[in-house]
Every structure is written in C-alpha cells, then in structure tokens.
C-alpha cells in the first residue's frame, strides 16, 4: 500500500521496511520492482533478479497443475525447442487454452494485448482477461491488475480496485484463497444423505467414498466444514488404495505446494505411477515433468510427445 500510493500517501522508505519485514511472494515481487525502478534503494538489476526468483519460487499459484501443459507446448513453438518455430501455432495454442478457462493461457494473451494497446477497447479485453484468470487465483494475473490501477497505466488511477486486487494478493501467498467452486458447478451441493453415504463408504475404506469427502474438505460444503488437513489424510489414503484421481491430486497438490510441502520429486512419481496405469490426466502432466526435468529424468523429446498428443486430442 505504501508502495503504490493504495489509500494512503505512497512512501518507498515505509514500503521497503514492510517487505523486507515479510517472507511471503507479494513481499518479494515488490522488492523486485523497487530495485528495478530504483525506489528508495539504488538501482540494482542483480539484486531485482534475486527477488523475482524468490518471488517465482514462493508463488504455488504459479504452477496450475492440468494448465501448465497447454502453456508449455504453446512455448515450444514460440522458441522451436524440439519443434519448428511457428509463432502462430503459439497463440493458436494459448487461445485454445484460454477458451478452456486456462488462467495462465488467458494470463498470456491479456500480455500480448496489453504490451500492444493504443485504444480503450484493447485495453479493457486485456483487463478483463487479467480479472478471470485473478478469479482462479493465479497470482501474475493479480500483480498485473496491482500495478495497472495503482499506477493508472493505460486506464485511470483506482486506488479501490488496486487495494482489493492487493488484499487477494495476500490471501493467495498466504494459502487463504477459496476458488467459488459452486459457481463453477462443482462441489458444494452435497445433501447431508448422500455425505452420510459417502461416510459410511470411507469408514469401510471404499476409495473413492474417501476421495469424494477430502474434495467436499477442500472446497468446504453445506455439511462439511473446509479442512486440509483431513482433506490431505483422506487423499493419501485414497491413493494408497490405488485410485486414480486421489494419486492425480495428489501430484498435483505437491507440485504446485498446495497445502503441503511442495515436493517435485514426490508429484513427478505419482504422475508417472497414474500415467503407467493409463491414466488420461496424468499424461500431460507427465509429459509437463518430463519436459523441464520436474521431478524426474529430462526428456525433451517424449515430454513434448505426451503434450503434442494431449492437444491434439483433448476437446477444449
């Protein structure tokens, strides 16, 4: 807040004493752009590198797991690491995505517009994509819409916007953000017979009985209260039984560190344990380790295989 000017008087010496006083990503990422711009401490790019690698590595929401994949192989084809470059099949890929609801893919796209537009119109389609992909929690997203009404780039200055934007910044660093999933037309339309059903399941180790009430924990419901802690126990033991969707979310919840240690090694062995009993949701993800080395072996050439099939065949 002191940073931007967000509601009260912007002052860079109380700004940087506050973030350096904190070790969470929104801190960083504003040490990043104060050693950038030279703000209050001399400018230093090095050091500004430092903190954005910091910033990179504390953001869970930054790995999106079933969404990274899309992304990378978009990626591909704008370096040509393993394929022809072809910068149209780039933003084909990255579109396609984005119409999936894809935060990062949507994230990208509101870029290219943004960094390009001279008119209105352009810049509020950019904005609009930078608020959905901030509804998902996805934090580049976020810092983005931070930064265009705390400093009124492109559009006027709204202090209001920038500080509701930074107050959601804060819960998703701090692993407080609660996607409305109801709305989304998932979870939480759970009746108190069919969650007594499901428990009645779990208490005779059925897998998915217990796969179902760790999501309901998740998300919290009408009948069960949100808890991550029973949700993990309730997934891990799930996926020692063997089902898929428990040892898929599991991966996914180790590789991106959501509510537990985040553990590369750990997700690239439970995407690859689903991806060998033929999983479909595993592959891309596997594919998406392989590809950068996360967690298991590099392999730049079968990676780039799993996530070439799984676009050509996944129905966005």
Same mark, same amino acid.
């Given at each position: *807040? %002191?940073?931007? @000017?967000?509601?009260?008087? =912007? $002052?860079?010496?109380? &700004?940087?004493? #506050?973030? /350096? !006083?904190?070790?969470?990503?929104?801190?960083?990422?504003?040490?990043?752009? *104060? %050693?950038?711009? @030279?703000?209050?401490?001399? =400018? $230093?790019?090095?050091? &500004?590198?430092? #903190?954005? /690698? !910091?910033?990179?590595?504390?953001?869970?929401?930054?790995?999106?797991?079933?969404?990274?994949?899309?992304?990378?192989?978009?990626?591909?084809?704008?370096?040509?690491?393993?394929?022809?470059?072809?910068?149209?099949?780039?933003?084909?890929?990255?579109?396609?995505?984005?119409?999936?609801?894809?935060?990062?893919?949507?994230?990208?796209?509101?870029?290219?517009?943004?960094?390009?537009?001279?008119?209105?119109?352009?810049?509020?389609?950019?904005?609009?994509?930078?608020?959905?992909?901030?509804?998902?929690?996805?934090?580049?997203?976020?810092?983005?819409?931070?930064?265009?009404?705390?400093?009124?780039?492109?559009?006027?200055?709204?202090?209001?916007?920038?500080?509701?934007?930074?107050?959601?910044?804060?819960?998703?660093?701090?692993?407080?953000?609660?996607?409305?999933?109801?709305?989304?037309?998932?979870?939480?339309?759970?009746?108190?017979?069919?969650?007594?059903?499901?428990?009645?399941?779990?208490?005779?180790?059925?897998?998915?009985?217990?796969?179902?009430?760790?999501?309901?924990?998740?998300?919290?419901?009408?009948?069960?209260?949100?808890?991550?802690?029973?949700?993990?126990?309730?997934?891990?033991?799930?996926?020692?039984?063997?089902?898929?969707?428990?040892?898929?979310?599991?991966?996914?919840?180790?590789?991106?560190?959501?509510?537990?240690?985040?553990?590369?090694?750990?997700?690239?062995?439970?995407?690859?344990?689903?991806?060998?009993?033929?999983?479909?949701?595993?592959?891309?993800?596997?594919?998406?380790?392989?590809?950068?080395?996360?967690?298991?072996?590099?392999?730049?050439?079968?990676?780039?295989?799993?996530?070439?099939?799984?676009?050509?065949?996944?129905?966005?």
């Amino acid at each position: *807040m %002191y940073h931007y @000017g967000i509601a009260i008087k =912007k $002052n860079y010496r109380l &700004a940087a004493e #506050y973030y /350096l !006083k904190s070790d969470i990503g929104p801190s960083f990422y504003g040490l990043y752009i *104060m %050693y950038k711009n @030279g703000q209050y401490f001399p =400018k $230093n790019l090095s050091i &500004a590198n430092n #903190y954005l /690698l !910091k910033w990179k590595n504390t953001n869970c929401f930054d790995v999106v797991p079933g969404c990274n994949e899309s992304v990378s192989l978009a990626d591909l084809y704008l370096s040509g690491l393993g394929v022809k470059k072809d910068l149209k099949k780039h933003i084909h890929i990255l579109k396609k995505a984005a119409k999936s609801l894809n935060p990062i893919a949507m994230c990208r796209i509101a870029d290219n517009i943004y960094l390009k537009s001279n008119t209105k119109k352009s810049t509020h389609e950019a904005i609009s994509l930078y608020k959905l992909a901030a509804k998902y929690g996805y934090s580049s997203a976020i810092d983005k819409l931070i930064n265009i009404y705390s400093v009124g780039e492109k559009i006027e200055r709204d202090a209001d916007e920038a500080l509701s934007y930074f107050e959601l910044r804060v819960k998703v660093a701090l692993g407080q953000f609660e996607f409305d999933v109801v709305k989304a037309g998932g979870y939480g339309m759970t009746s108190e017979e069919n969650y007594l059903d499901l428990l009645s399941g779990a208490q005779k180790g059925d897998p998915r009985c217990l796969y179902d009430i760790a999501m309901l924990h998740v998300y919290g419901d009408r009948v069960v209260t949100r808890n991550m802690d029973e949700a993990t126990k309730l997934l891990i033991s799930s996926a020692s039984k063997g089902y898929v969707d428990s040892i898929v979310r599991l991966g996914d919840m180790y590789l991106s560190g959501f509510y537990v240690k985040k553990d590369h090694i750990k997700a690239g062995e439970l995407y690859k344990m689903a991806f060998e009993i033929n999983i479909p949701q595993a592959a891309p993800r596997f594919g998406y380790c392989l590809l950068i080395g996360l967690g298991v072996e590099k392999d730049i050439d079968r990676g780039l295989s799993l996530l070439q099939t799984y676009f050509d065949n996944f129905q966005f």
